[in-house]
């Protein structure tokens, strides 16, 4: 009896060892891994979400970091107010920000409150996915001194509701023509945001200043220009057959301008750039003629801005004319131009740029690329810095839309585990406090950050005023007055 017992207590000690040095040699951590995304929009949700679904057992706790008191970036802040169907993904963004391993902290400057180096003190991981937020220039006379010339960023954030943009007062109703420099979607946006009738973006979650000044706009033609043709356009069809669809509104385009496209040319595109040539290009034939049309639109390419004229408000922008360094080129999307030295003069009173975004160095210690305005990676893997990686536009350039983000955050994700579960990271056995600690730093440093319950305050806030005047939502335009509210259990 006495040896079943000594072999049973021996047996027991041998397993009870080899599994202690099992635990000891596995790549699992004792205690969770620490993993912060810096930046709470698309490209910040949809990697955590993918983190989520790839992490399995292992414990892993998830804080998403916001500059602002409010998430979802460029879903609330970028999406044009008409497009109501695209801000539905905040739904999805809902759960993923209610998940028991997930935190949202709103309201801290990561860069600035924090500098990207102090998170490593609570954080095994950092995901760098705060997107591109400054426009390119033009750099040509007359873009920063004379009034009513705006990025499309700012104006976007005029009628979107950014804070930082709630100043900007845009006049509208001393000229009849725009122009839009730059033909992507978010030019496309603008224009359709110039020409809707304002009683259908009034249902919208447009802020009511914009709305006022639009109710007071003289603007009747929008003309969209770009330095190539009609085969390097940016936009999209969905933006596109907006445009032509807008009630009261007609398209201008011109035949010869798309004279040298044949079906033989068409047929070697891809889908989607064959889909949006042909509906260009059916346009044309139809010329989209409405009986009652009051305002207008045109597209029109080979013209490089030279000079925006004026006293002290914008009169006219010179363009000079471009043709292809190579006709044989004229369907390559990257095709390269040249200036022909024809000027020709468009007279407007209002000038919106969108010409593109780049990304931000937000902290000196971050290896960045300053001309193509992203952070160097390999990979998604920064450079240099071990634990920290990136995703979305600021890992590889202002480019894209929501559905290549989606797909970006899955492979960005995969990388993350495979480097966990191949024991390239070296720190995960250190034991880290997470959002605990961050939000005990901010606080030291006077800062209140914001959890999503706190946001939950603002956004029932902001539907309710939205409600009672037949909009889904509308939005508070002044920083201190969201932190205010946040923190007003009654708002």
């Not at 000079?320 to 131009?337: G, W, Y």
């Not at 200036?339 to 780049?358: D, M």
């Not at 797909?407 to 605990?436: C, F, P, W, Y």
Request: glycine residues 6%.
């Amino acid at each position: 009896m006495l040896t079943h017992v000594v072999r049973r207590s021996f047996t027991s000690c041998l397993i009870r060892r080899s599994l202690s040095t099992i635990s000891s040699q596995s790549s699992s951590p004792p205690s969770p891994i620490r993993i912060c995304v810096v930046g709470s929009g698309p490209a910040g949700f949809y990697l955590t979400q993918n983190l989520l679904k790839l992490r399995q057992s292992l414990p892993v706790t998830i804080d998403i970091l916001e500059k602002a008191p409010v998430p979802f970036g460029l879903v609330r802040y970028g999406v044009a107010p008409d497009h109501p169907e695209v801000k539905n993904v905040i739904h999805t963004f809902t759960k993923i920000a209610e998940h028991e391993h997930v935190r949202f902290i709103g309201n801290i400057h990561i860069g600035n409150t924090v500098r990207l180096q102090e998170l490593q003190q609570f954080y095994h991981i950092v995901i760098l996915a705060y997107g591109s937020s400054v426009e390119r220039t033009l750099n040509i006379p007359g873009e920063t001194t004379l009034e009513n010339v705006f990025s499309a960023k700012d104006f976007v954030g005029w009628y979107n509701g950014v804070p930082e943009n709630a100043q900007l007062r845009p006049k509208l109703d001393g000229t009849d023509c725009a122009v839009i420099i730059g033909m992507g979607n978010v030019a496309l946006d603008c224009a359709r945001i110039l020409l809707s009738p304002v009683d259908d973006l009034a249902k919208t979650d447009i802020t009511d200043q914009a709305l006022d000044i639009l109710r007071q706009s003289r603007i009747r033609h929008v003309i969209l220009v770009g330095r190539r043709g009609p085969m390097q356009v940016s936009f999209t069809i969905k933006e596109l057959r907006e445009l032509t669809k807008l009630n009261g509104v007609q398209s201008m385009l011109k035949k010869e301008d798309f004279q040298e496209i044949d079906q033989n040319m068409i047929d070697k595109l891809e889908r989607p750039r064959k889909r949006l040539t042909e509906l260009m290009l059916k346009t044309v034939r139809t010329n989209q003629t409405k009986d009652h049309a009051e305002r207008f639109w045109y597209l029109k390419f080979w013209r490089r801005p030279r000079r925006i004229n004026g006293k002290t408000m914008v009169e006219s922008v010179d363009f000079e004319h471009t043709e292809p360094v190579d006709r044989q080129q004229f369907a390559n999307e990257n095709l390269f131009v040249k200036e022909n030295g024809t000027i020709e003069t468009v007279p407007c009173g209002l000038v919106i740029k969108s010409i593109g975004y780049y990304g931000v160095q937000i902290d000196p210690w971050l290896p960045f690329d300053k001309e193509r305005g992203i952070i160097l990676n390999q990979q998604n893997r920064i450079d240099d810095r071990p634990g920290f990686y990136c995703t979305g536009w600021i890992g590889r350039g202002a480019r894209g839309v929501i559905v290549e983000t989606t797909t970006e955050s899955h492979t960005v994700a995969k990388r993350i585990m495979d480097d966990i579960e191949q024991g390239r990271l070296q720190n995960l056995h250190d034991a880290k406090s997470g959002g605990d600690g961050l939000i005990s730093l901010a606080k030291s440093r006077q800062v209140r950050c914001i959890s999503y319950d706190d946001w939950k305050k603002l956004d029932a806030h902001e539907t309710k005023l939205g409600l009672s005047k037949g909009k889904p939502r509308e939005k508070i335009l002044n920083i201190d007055k969201m932190l205010e509210l946040t923190s007003n259990s009654n708002s």
